[in-house]
C-alpha cells in the first residue's frame, strides 16, 4: 500500500494531510485487557478498538509490514511492500516473499476477498489516516477488528513501529530490535562526537522535482536526517512555512535558493537509492552550479546517505551503517 | 516572383512603415521583457546585474543563476512561444478556420499519447526519454492526421479532432490503470519551462529556429492561398506544395515545443488573432508578427507564474490558459476574427 511520499496520487494527497489525519493515540495504544475474554481495548487513528489480547492471525498492510515481520508477529497475510525490499536483511525478505499477499502497493488495491480468506483476528494498518478513505473499513471490520496505525511524523516511526507491533502482540522482538540499534547508534555518537556536533549540516532529499526546478531540503526530524540526528549530526534551520507531515521537517524551494539553503552549511549531505546511485531529482542539484558553488562542497564535504526511507530499527541498523561508511572520511580530516 | 507575390507586396508597401516599426517596437519590448524575466524569480537579481552577468560574467551566485537557470529559460520561453504563435498563425491561415490552433493537427495529444506509452513501458522516465517519445509521438500523429485528412482544410480539422480523441481516449485508460504512468504523465501534462536548464535542448531549439526560418520564406505563398485554391492556382502558386511544407512546419513547431515543455495552450489559438488587425491581411506580416508577439505573451506569462504564489510557481501553462481566455474574447470583441 503506497503511504509515504509515494510519488503516486494518493500517497502525493496523504502526504499533503497526513499530520492533520493521524490521530494516533500518544499514549501507547494499548488501554485496558481483559483476561477473561482474551481481548483488550487499543487505541489506533481510528478509535479505540476491541483486539485480541494474544493475536494468533495478523494481517498487516503498508507500514506495518517491514514492522511487524521484523517483530516476528504472527502474519498470515500482508499487503506488497516493495519499496522495503532493499532494506530488508536476507531472512525478513524471504519472509516478506513466502507471505500472502492480501493488498497492492496502493491502499485501493486492497483484496477484501484474500483477506476473509487468510482467516486474520487482527487486522493492521499502516497507512496515514487520510489514505483510509480509500479502504473499505466497513467491510474490513466484518472480517476482524482493525487497527489503523500509520506514519505522521518522518521521526515518529520509532513510536509508530512499536505501536504496531504491540497490537500484533510481537513487542519482545521489537524491543531486541530497539536495543540492538540504540546501542549501535550510542557507538556511533560516541565515535563521532569530536567532529558531528560542530557540523552545520544541510540535506538533500530524494524527493524534489527536476521538472519543476525544485530541491528538497530536509531539516532536523526529517527522513533524511532523523537516523544521523542520532549520531549527534544537526540540520539547521527550519520550515519556512510548515505544513502537515514531512512537509514539517522538509520543503521544496527553486533551486535558484541553493546557496540561500546551504551556504551557511559546514557539510552537506543527501540522499540516495539503496544501491548508492542517484535519484533524478538529486541529480539535478548535484549537477547545477550554484551546487558546485557552494562552499561545502568546494570544500569536499559533502556525503551520500543511503537507505534514508528506513521506518523500522531493523532498517534503520542499515541507515546507520550507510552513514558511517559515508562520513568515515570526517574522522580523518 | 509570382503574381501572387507582387500582389502581396505591393499591397504590403503601403502600410510598411508603421508595420516596421511596429516590429521593432515588438523587438525592443521582447528585449526588455528578456531582461526583466533574468532578474524574477525566487532569488531578485536587479536588472543591472543581469546584464553583468551576460557580458561581465564574475561566478557569483546572482550570476550563476543569471546565466545557468534563467538565460537558458528565458530563451526557451523565447523559442516555445515563437514555435507556438507561428504554428498556430500557420494552423489558421492553411485551415482558414479561427479557431484551429497546433493540437488541432493531433500533435499535442500525439506527444501525450507517446509520452504515456513510453512511461508505461519503462522508457520514458528521464527527460530524455519524455523527449524523445514526445517528438516521436506528435510526427507520427501528425503524419496520420495529413495522411488522411490532406483531401480539404475541413477533412484535416476532422480528421485531427477524430485522431486527438482516440489518442487521448486510449492514453487514459493506460494511465487510469497504471499509478505510475499517471503519475509522470500528471507532470508533464501541464507545460512549464522550469528545470530544463540542464537538458539538452540544442537540437529541439535547431529544429524550431529552421522551421521559423521556413515559416518567413514560405509565407508569401500562403497569402495566395488565402484566396482560395482555385486563385491561388491561377495566380501561379503550387498549392500542394505550399500546403504540404506548411503542415511540415507546423509538425516540427509545435512538436518541438510540446516536447520540450509540455503542452501549453492558448498561445498557438490567441497570439495569431491579437496581431491579425495589424497584419491587415498579409501573411507575411502575421508571421512576422506572431513571431514576436509570441514570445513576448510567454516570457510575461513565465515571470507572473514565478511571482503569483508565494509558495513557489505555477506551471506557465495554467498562466497561459488563465490569461489566454480573457485576452481572446477581448481581441474577438475588439477586432472581430478577421478575415482568414
Redesign the interface.
Known sequence: M?IRRS????GALALALVLTGCGSSSDGGSDSASEKSGTRVFTADNGRITIPANPKRVVATGYAVPALIEADAPLVGISSWKRGEPMMNKEDLATYKKLKKVAGE?AAETNYEAIAEAEPDLIVIGVPAPVLGDIDMKRLKSIAPVVAIGPSLPSAWRDLSRKQADAAGAVKQFDAQKKTYDTKAAELAAKYKNVLPKLGLGHVGAYG??????FQREFNGSWGTNIAEDLGATYYGKVK?PGPGSRAVSE??????L??AF?EADALTYSVNADGSVP?SVK?VL????WK?LPAVKAGKVFPYRYTEAATYGEALMTLDAIDESLAPLLKR | MTVAGRASEAAGNRRAVPQTALLVGGLVLLAALAVLSMGVGARHVAPGEVVRALFDYRGTDDHVVVRDVRAPRALLAVAVGAALAVAGALIQTLARNPLAEPGILGVTAGAGFAVTLGSAAGLAGGRAGELGFAVAGSVAAALLVVAVGRGSPLRLVLTGVAVTAVLNGVALGLRLMLPDTFDLYRFWSVGTLAGREQASLSWPLTAIAVSLAGALLLSRALNALTLGENVAHTLGADVGRVRLTTLVLITVLSGAATAVAGPILFVGLIVPHLVRKPAAGSVPWLIAYTMVLGPVLLLAADMAARVLLPTGEVPVAIVTAFLGGPMLIWAVRRYGAGSL
Not at chain 1, 510519488?7 to 494518493?10: F, K, N, Q, R
Not at chain 1, 522535482?209 to 525544485?214: L, N, W
Not at chain 1, 521544496?252 to 535558493?257: A, L, N, Q, T
Open positions: 503506497s510519488s503516486g496520487p494518493v496502493q522535482d527536476a521538472a519543476k526546478g525544485t512555512k521544496y524551494p527553486s533551486i535558484e535558493e546557496p540561500a551556504r533524478p539535478y549537477d547545477s552550479e550554484l558553488n
